[in-house]
């Protein structure tokens, strides 16, 4: 006789797996719907079917406050399940940077990237250049970028006004490095301009 | 009714603990990495908008809008600040009890909400950072939920030679291995996966990338060109070996093969890549998951389980003659 508390587990292991699959199912045919994968084009019909299932049990597209969505992201939040495991893929193609212009009274510029100390913390900050780089929304680019300046202005409050250029990165190839051409290309994709208000707390 | 059997003796496996050991201890150095390695960025991460690179309150943000109830920092600092500490003295307040919890949990005393609050700690730090977090981070979390949950006291642990205590059912320690083996096997299946569907794994671009683009280049460039004709089978190897991991892994003869060649890719991907919080924890929770002390799972699970048909009236005389001391 199993007691009710093996019983009890087993349903906790069933659907906590469960949700670690649909949250990298839902992750993996996202992928394959927006054409990132070597999977051929998916009709828009099958991909929203595939998207459905995972879609509906995971609930990204309930209201915020609806306590199923709550209870559920809360779960999977403090498990550490909310997110899949795509690392380094499906493919690494270019990168991004952020660089800013620091103009300083005598009129002398300097170009200073965001700056941590540790290793560690560089790899943060790469993740974080990326998550700018792939965002489609505006206004979010520029929240994140205005923050970043922002915190570099406070490390030179010496400087009048900060100039910010993101862009991506395209490295060499492996063929393209061994025929002598070790250069990173940027390619510039947004300026941005920032005022002294942005140093005092607030402004673009 | 004997499948039933044979599942619930897959899931209930009996087991020494001696995996939940190593996960603490393994657990306990991930997190004393993780503040040692943190040190000097700790106030830029998780300082405020004055004080951060990007502002706690927009990680906060993030993590309030999914649900209200997962912790965070803030939690934490405004509570500290009802006590008369800024933030800055909070945010150190955090990086010392997280290095005094690392080390406690690496000895092993008081396991329990040892482990519970550096879950607390580790999870407000990861979520308050927001964006700046990354998959070690997420690791972490999965790793120190599953230490939370599990039963204590292990056995290298001083809560169980100061408190004389044992786990009652190694049934359960089994169980919550078991869950963590399961969990892996998901991870490289899908880690495999997608990383089978990128043209960029079948013929080494991803590898080259992976091994030359800051910061991540620790490795001289030169180094990497000259080995460039191993990439692509580098690269496919990876691809195999995530994506047949939750297969091999369960079969006797490729077991510790497969366990040896995933911690020597982890192994790899920290000196190479210098992502060695990544790769820690995830050599951590293979050898928690899957590192056998020199016996067979199946054998294991054999010996402590026998089948119902095996307990003949001789060897339930053998018990009771034992076990009374006749």
Redesign the interface.
């Known amino acids: 006789m199993?007691s009710f508390w093996?019983w009890a587990?087993?349903g906790w292991?069933f659907l906590?797996?469960l949700l670690?699959?649909l949250v990298?199912?839902y992750?993996?045919s996202w992928?394959?719907g927006k054409q990132?994968?070597?999977?051929p084009k998916v009709s828009a019909h099958f991909r929203n079917d595939v998207d459905k299932v995972p879609e509906t049990l995971t609930g990204p597209n309930l209201p915020?406050d609806n306590v199923f969505?709550?209870?559920l992201?809360?779960y999977t939040?403090?498990?550490?399940?909310?997110?899949?495991?795509?690392?380094?893929?499906?493919?690494?193609?270019e990168?991004h940077a952020l660089v800013f212009e620091l103009r300083y009274p005598d009129g002398h510029l300097e170009y200073e990237a965001?700056l941590?100390?540790?290793?560690?913390?560089?790899?943060?900050?790469?993740?974080?250049i990326e998550?700018i780089g792939r965002t489609q929304s505006d206004p979010w680019r520029n929240?994140?970028i205005r923050?970043?300046a922002?915190?570099t202005w406070?490390r030179q409050p010496q400087a009048l006004s900060i100039r910010g250029f993101f862009g991506a990165?395209t490295?060499p190839?492996?063929t393209a490095?061994?025929s002598g051409k070790?250069e990173h290309i940027f390619s510039c994709q947004y300026i941005y301009d920032f005022t002294l208000a942005l140093r005092k707390?607030g402004g673009r | 009714m004997r499948l039933r059997d044979n599942n619930?003796q897959f899931?209930?496996p009996a087991d020494s603990g001696r995996w939940l050991s190593f996960l603490r201890i393994g657990l306990g150095l991930q997190v004393l990495l993780y503040v040692l390695?943190?040190?000097?960025?700790w106030n830029?991460?998780f300082g405020g908008?004055?004080n951060?690179?990007?502002?706690r309150d927009?990680g906060d943000a993030m993590?309030f809008?999914?649900?209200?109830?997962?912790?965070r920092l803030a939690w934490i600092i405004s509570c500290l600040s009802k006590v008369g500490l800024n933030e800055n003295a909070a945010l150190a307040l955090v990086w010392w009890s997280l290095l005094v919890l690392g080390g406690l949990m690496l000895m092993g005393l008081f396991c329990r909400p040892v482990a519970v609050v550096t879950w607390f700690l580790q999870?407000a730090c990861a979520?308050s950072?927001g964006?700046?977090?990354?998959?070690a981070d997420?690791?972490?979390?999965?790793g120190?939920?599953y230490l939370m949950i599990a039963p204590f006291p292990d056995p290298w642990s001083i809560d169980r030679i100061l408190r004389k205590r044992t786990t009652n059912d190694p049934r359960?320690l089994g169980?919550h291995r078991?869950?963590l083996q399961?969990?892996l096997c998901?991870?490289?299946f899908?880690?495999g996966?997608?990383?089978c569907?990128?043209?960029?794994?079948w013929n080494?671009?991803?590898l080259?990338?992976?091994l030359?683009?800051?910061?991540f280049d620790v490795l001289p460039?030169h180094w990497v060109?000259t080995l460039?004709f191993v990439?692509p089978v580098t690269g496919i190897v990876i691809c195999l070996l995530e994506v047949t991991y939750p297969f091999l892994i369960w079969w006797q003869p490729s077991r510790k093969a497969m366990l040896f060649a995933i911690c020597a890719m982890h192994l790899g991907i920290a000196l190479l890549m210098?992502?060695?919080?990544f790769g820690a924890i995830m050599i951590i929770l293979n050898l928690a998951a899957f590192w056998l002390d020199g016996k067979s799972l199946t054998s294991e699970t054999a010996l402590a389980n026998p089948q119902p048909s095996q307990h003949t009236a001789e060897s339930l005389a053998a018990e009771k003659i034992a076990a009374e001391g006749i």
């Open positions: 199993i093996y587990r087993i292991l906590h797996l670690v699959a990298c199912t992750e993996t992928l394959v990132l994968t070597i999977i915020p969505r709550q209870v992201n809360t939040n403090i498990a550490g399940i909310e997110v899949g495991y795509g690392y380094f893929a499906p493919n690494i193609s990168t965001p941590v100390s540790s290793h560690d913390g560089q790899l943060r900050l790469t993740s974080l998550q929240e994140l923050r970043l922002r915190s406070q990165v490295p190839t492996l490095y061994k070790n707390g | 619930f899931l209930f390695f943190l040190d000097r960025d830029l991460l908008q004055h951060g690179l990007l502002g927009l993590t809008v999914q649900s209200p109830f997962i912790p999870l979520k950072s964006l700046l977090s990354y998959g997420n690791l972490t979390t999965i120190l939920f359960l169980f078991r869950v399961l969990h998901l991870i490289y899908f880690s996966l997608t990383k569907l990128g043209a960029g794994w080494g671009n991803n080259w990338r992976s030359t683009i800051p910061p460039i060109a460039g990439l210098g992502m060695v919080l």
